[in-house]
């Protein structure tokens, strides 16, 4: 934000000497009023207005949820049934915080998944995309910790089965996890942290957010050509263009999102969630929500209980290499034949994952889980790095303008080949 | 500040105190980390609940399982059949991913009675019962499985279900939680 020198000036007195002490009506109006976005933009480029709202969605509902919710192992599965029977539109708040779960991890794949296909995660936006990655992270503490404080049969044997995920650790595993469940199991007093870290985790979220945006502001948006704007006429102001574009992007969202609230529910949750918790059961059938799905295959893939949970550690964190893996100089997938050929792969194998981690884990879904878990590796590991020397990608088109409009005839003022790339735009 | 401050090559006064200073502050951080790091251990209320608990064995029927807490921890107590004891002894203990005989999983002359934490020693499901391949358990969370004497003999658990500290205090009476022998 610092590198947009704002062409904010306040027009009343008051404003003025505002402004002069706190500057934030300037960092506003220079972030999301005058900054300019690509004019190329597409709707890929929403998502992180709609995550943002999602956020903001999650807080608001969690809030409440938490005035109605009793975490204390002996009552939290009655005071969820409280909240769907007694409160005035309880029934209501928690079906938007439970799917709205859900819809966060809709929206965060389809953002991580265009930052893959066009490249965003390339230099200058590498901190900008490991910051990314920690959002994540959190947001899958946020979202397990939030499913196990129902208190259902799946909320204790997934607090029970991704809590043990520690004792693989050598020599210190089963002492960190006694200290993670407060207790010799799963138990009240882990209920009660789980609660407080839930409560808390999506302030930290919030805080990266800011992060995010302000690492965002830096370099500017990433485009689908993935050329920098190189003249005014790459750009258009923020307000309206993006933000009006962004408020309807929102809006369809939310349309999406409603028709589960009110049509199905409970579709992506499980029925065993609505078994009050019972330490001597195990359900018959154990699986986490969808959106770990394919991180739990991986897990099982491995048939070492320390290999299966460092390749599942492994399978999030190697996105933070990203940047450094993938050798290519050429940002954006439409103009690289080959990888885009790999991406569509690697969607497919992701969507495998996810499905195999649905599945029993028996017979030929073990060795498919394995193929799959593999492949997902030697995406990052070998295609990446590799492609980039081997790939000869299409020509990129001179300027932002020139991809939207069409080459200019005679006199466009846009230096043919000017691909020297400058870090400040306008 | 910066203008007053003169350059020398040797160390002064002021630059022990600056590192004295420095080192209290991180030393004392660290320190007052502890207390809350301690805070999330088991707490006294969950230790004292770990006394030594009584069963009495002799509503258990030859062939059953039954489940008993101790320390909130699930634990099996199974009457085993002569068939169920014959299969765990007659094994090629150096076979085993966790190689223990069955003599060593059982107290002496009390073979017909095997007790073990209920929970999988992959992830903390709740085995099943006389399932699986060898009729002792079946993890139905990851598919390990366990022999007649709480063994693991297949699938992703790296040992054998543990044995809880136990003691006999009479032919149909154990003392859970209570390992010395009088």
């Not at chain 2, 199974?78 to 190689?99: C, Q």
């Amino acid at each position: 934000m610092s590198q947009h020198p704002t062409t904010y000036v306040p027009k009343s007195a008051f404003g003025k000497w505002f402004e002069s002490r706190l500057p934030i009506a300037g960092l506003v109006h220079s972030s999301f009023i005058a900054f300019p976005v690509p004019r190329n933009l597409t709707y890929f480029w929403t998502f992180g207005a709609i995550l943002a709202f999602m956020l903001v969605a999650q807080i608001v509902t969690g809030v409440f949820l938490a005035m109605y919710y009793t975490p204390n192992a002996g009552m939290a599965f009655q005071s969820v049934e409280h909240i769907m029977r007694d409160v005035n539109y309880g029934w209501l708040i928690r079906y938007l915080h439970a799917n709205g779960a859900s819809m966060f991890f809709v929206a965060v794949y389809i953002h991580i998944f265009r930052n893959f296909y066009y490249g965003s995660y390339k230099a200058p936006r590498e901190v900008l995309y490991i910051l990314g990655v920690v959002i994540f992270i959190l947001m899958m503490a946020t979202a397990f910790m939030g499913y196990v404080l129902p208190w259902g049969q799946m909320s204790f044997w997934g607090a029970t089965v991704i809590t043990n995920l520690f004792s693989a650790i050598p020599l210190v595993g089963e002492t960190i996890v006694s200290y993670l469940w407060g207790g010799y199991s799963v138990g009240n007093p882990t209920l009660n942290r789980f609660f407080s870290l839930h409560y808390l985790l999506p302030f930290m979220i919030a805080g990266v957010v800011i992060l995010h945006i302000w690492a965002l502001h830096v370099p500017g948006q990433n485009n689908p050509t993935g050329i920098p704007i190189k003249s005014g006429k790459d750009a258009v102001p923020f307000t309206p263009y993006a933000t009006i574009k962004d408020i309807f992007a929102v809006v369809v969202f939310m349309i999406f999102f409603a028709y589960w609230v009110f049509y199905m529910p409970n579709y992506l949750g499980h029925a065993d969630n609505y078994i009050p918790a019972n330490p001597a059961v195990t359900p018959s059938h154990i699986v986490p929500e969808w959106y770990f799905l394919p991180f739990y295959a991986i897990l099982r893939a491995i048939p070492d209980k320390l290999g299966g949970v460092i390749a599942m550690g492994a399978a999030i964190v190697i996105w933070v290499f990203m940047p450094w893996l993938d050798t290519s100089k050429v940002r954006s997938t439409a103009y690289r034949p080959l990888y885009k050929q790999f991406f569509w792969i690697f969607v497919i194998v992701c969507f495998l994952l996810g499905w195999l981690g649905s599945r029993p884990a028996e017979g030929w879904y073990v060795i498919a889980s394995q193929i799959c878990t593999a492949y997902y590796f030697a995406h990052f590991l070998i295609v990446l790095p590799v492609l980039g020397f081997v790939e000869r990608p299409l020509p990129l088109p001179n300027s932002i303008l020139e991809s939207v409009m069409g080459v200019q005839k005679g006199g466009a003022g846009i230096p043919a080949g000017a691909n020297a790339e400058p870090h400040s735009k306008g | 500040m910066a203008e007053t401050t003169t350059h020398v090559a040797e160390p002064t006064r002021r630059d022990f105190l600056y590192i004295a200073t420095g080192a209290a502050a991180v030393v004392g951080g660290a320190t007052l980390v502890w207390p809350f790091v301690q805070s999330l251990a088991p707490d006294a209320a969950t230790v004292a609940a770990g006394a030594p608990v009584e069963v009495d064995l002799t509503p258990i029927a030859e062939g059953q399982i039954v489940k008993v807490f101790w320390r909130g921890k699930l634990i099996f107590i199974r009457h085993r059949t002569a068939e169920e004891i014959k299969a765990a002894e007659d094994v090629n203990v150096a076979s085993l991913r966790d190689p223990q005989a069955d003599s060593a999983r059982v107290k002496e002359g009390k073979a017909q009675w095997l007790i073990v934490y209920g929970n999988c020693t992959h992830l903390g499901c709740v085995p099943l019962g006389q399932q699986g391949e060898y009729h002792g358990w079946f993890c139905p969370c990851h598919g390990s499985v366990f022999d007649t004497s709480g063994r693991v003999r297949g699938g992703p658990a790296p040992i054998n279900l543990p044995i809880p500290p136990y003691t006999f205090a009479s032919d149909t009476k154990i003392v859970i939680g209570q390992e010395v022998t009088a």
